[in-house]
């Protein structure tokens, strides 16, 4: 994140700083080369006397500086001074604990997903609420309580998700819609639809159209892995189904003819200069929500309720398909919306897949995780093991304890590592090799589910076909 000039933005040598002073303490613990050692603390003192030209302040860790530099695209969804952004292609914030997401609730007037709508979950469905719920990682929501209540008086509804390829490497971050969506079909026995949208990643990226159509497919494997049930499951790339399947495109049409380019101006920032295929594009992403884009499911039907579980960035394009469902006849999906999952490096932006080491990959080794995880974790500890010991550390801002938030299972572990940490009974080196212990096994296991994903399955996935449901 260069700031145009050439020149480093107060926030890259603040996240240098941070995993120069890491990289320098993983050298000392690992006992390296003195000159090893020497060399990383030099360029330790040089980044932290450039941090002091540009910010006129001392670096602190865990206190990274008071400006938001992440601003490529200026839409209408931009922060207004020191507001975190989230739109579909940026995110961004000051604060090291991530954006706020009680705020953003506000401003997009959807609603929290409190404790008592938990609870109806566990009532409703007899099942115990995945640790995503109980810990708050799907923290909004539009619309549940409708869909239990109708669930409750026996009708049924569908579930909706998707994914932009835009390459071959998917990472922890791109699992966690999926890995709670196969939580949801679980646990009501519902047909499940994901569009991998390869036309959108064409339409933005510097890609061709094959090798967009490609990732999708390689990327439907990694999604298989997760579990999903190829009975109940259907799986499209827009490239494919648009062009298959007469009913979809009449309702990408239906919607095309009731957005104006205004409102998409007003949602998504598209400009003068923006190809024609990026403003027609939010109206092939709100098509799925429709039950009729499905004939083959739903027996033609267009009276099924969607449910959207989504992160918060995509929030944009379920905003304008709730607008325009009732004035061409269709219910309004409903929606559960995530947090980001923070990069490496700290929760003010999320992952990167283009940077190899602001995440963890579903392709990394047992040995690449270790380094990662040890190299570039974000840590909320003291710069010394004496202070450490004497102040704690901060779970808050702490990026291994947030990637245990998302994958540690046991409530009682986790309340107990963050006790540890805060009280500086645990060290960072120890907070680290906890998560190192949980993501090894987590992407070894995933890794062997993919290699059993053969082409034939990703075929049948793909077809459009007749679920093992009723409607
Ligand atoms: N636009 C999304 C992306 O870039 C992909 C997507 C399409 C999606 N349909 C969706 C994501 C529905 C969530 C829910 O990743």
């Known amino acids: 994140m260069a700031d145009g000039s050439g020149n480093m933005t107060a926030m890259d040598l603040y996240e240098s700083l941070t995993s120069q002073g890491e990289l320098v303490r993983t050298l000392k613990t690992e006992k390296a080369v003195k000159a090893d050692i020497d060399a990383a603390v030099k360029l330790l003192l040089k980044l932290k006397a450039d941090y002091k030209q540009v910010t006129g302040q001392d670096y602190k860790a865990g206190c990274p500086p008071l400006e938001s530099t992440v601003l490529e695209d200026t839409g209408p969804a931009a922060a207004v001074d020191g507001e975190d952004m989230v739109d579909p292609w940026n995110v961004s914030t000051t604060s090291a604990k991530g954006v706020d997401y009680d705020k953003l609730i506000v401003r997009f007037g959807s609603s929290k997903v409190d404790q008592e709508l938990v609870d109806r979950i566990e009532r409703v469905s007899g099942k115990k609420p995945h640790r995503f719920l109980r810990r708050g990682i799907f923290f909004s929501?539009?619309?549940?309580?409708?869909?239990?209540?109708?669930?409750e008086k026996n009708k049924s509804f569908y579930l909706y998700t998707g994914r932009g390829p835009s390459s071959e490497a998917m990472h922890v971050g791109h699992l966690i819609p999926f890995i709670f969506t196969k939580w949801l079909q679980?646990?009501?026995?519902?047909p499940l639809v994901i569009q991998l949208t390869d036309d959108e990643k064409y339409l933005w990226k510097d890609l061709s159209l094959e090798d967009c159509h490609r990732y999708a497919v390689e990327n439907a494997k990694d999604i298989i892995a997760c579990g999903f049930d190829v009975?109940?499951?259907?799986?499209?790339?827009?490239?494919?189904?648009?062009?298959?399947?007469?009913?979809?495109?009449?309702?990408?049409?239906?919607i095309q003819k009731h957005v104006t380019f205004n409102q998409v101006?007003?949602?998504f920032g598209f400009g003068d200069s923006d190809c024609i295929g990026k403003i027609a594009f939010p109206a092939i992403q709100a098509a799925p929500s429709f039950s009729n884009s499905f004939p083959q499911i739903f027996k033609g039907r267009k009276d099924i309720q969607c449910l959207i579980p989504c992160a918060i960035d995509q929030d944009p394009y379920f905003r304008m398909t709730r607008d325009v469902a009732p004035r061409i006849g269709y219910p309004k999906p409903a929606l559960l919306h995530s947090t980001f999952f923070p990069a490496l490096q700290g929760a003010q932006t999320k992952m990167s897949a283009s940077d190899a080491n602001s995440s963890i990959f579903l392709t990394d080794t047992p040995k690449q995780i270790k380094n990662k995880v040890n190299k570039h974790a974000f840590s909320g500890g003291k710069d010394t093991i004496e202070e450490h010991r004497k102040y704690g550390g901060n779970p808050d801002v702490d990026v291994s304890f947030m990637y245990l938030t998302f994958f540690l299972e046991d409530d009682e572990q986790l309340d107990k590592i963050r006790q540890d940490y805060a009280s500086g009974a645990l060290l960072t080196g120890e907070l680290k090799k906890r998560l190192i212990d949980t993501l090894q096994?987590?992407?070894?296991?995933?890794?062997?589910?993919?290699?059993?994903?053969?082409?034939?399955?990703v075929l049948k996935f793909m077809t459009p076909r007749p679920l093992d449901f009723n409607f």
Request: glycine letters at 4%; proline letters at 3%; a negative charge.
């Open 141 to 151: 929501h539009r619309d549940m309580h409708q869909v239990l209540d109708a669930y």
């Open 265 to 267: 101006k007003g949602i």
């Open 186 to 190: 679980d646990t009501f026995d519902i």
């Open 231 to 254: 009975n109940k499951t259907f799986i499209f790339s827009d490239l494919d189904y648009m062009g298959a399947s007469p009913d979809f495109y009449r309702n990408v049409v239906k």
């Open 441 to 457: 096994p987590m992407i070894t296991a995933h890794q062997e589910r993919r290699k059993q994903v053969t082409e034939e399955m």
